[in-house]
């Protein structure tokens, strides 16, 4: 099956990264972001949310194309400003296990 830019939303780790300005990709306030967001860690949180997602690894932001920082696709249910700020606050929230490992 191909999908369609309709049918999903694409997350970029830079959209929650407090390093990345808001014309670097930023999406989300400083103090709702976190510091080198992986694409792994935003595929978990999609996934602890509920949503169904694929990661895909090798992609690069436009923005960055010399920076493979993966990309994450999420089937669309909601809004993508709605799920960027569900998948900031799980993200923030599940932080402080992040600097324990």
Do not use: C
């Amino acid at each position: 099956m191909v999908r369609t830019r309709a049918d999903h939303i694409v997350l970029w780790p830079s959209y929650f990264d407090t390093r990345k300005s808001r014309s670097e990709g930023r999406r989300t306030p400083k103090n709702q972001s976190i510091e080198s967001p992986s694409a792994e860690e935003v595929h978990k949180a999609v996934k602890r949310l509920g949503f169904k997602a694929t990661i895909d690894p090798s992609k690069s932001h436009p923005n960055a194309w010399w920076e493979k920082e993966g990309l994450v696709r999420v089937e669309k249910t909601i809004s993508k400003a709605e799920l960027i700020s569900r998948v900031a606050a799980e993200l923030k929230s599940t932080e402080g296990n992040r600097k324990l490992q």
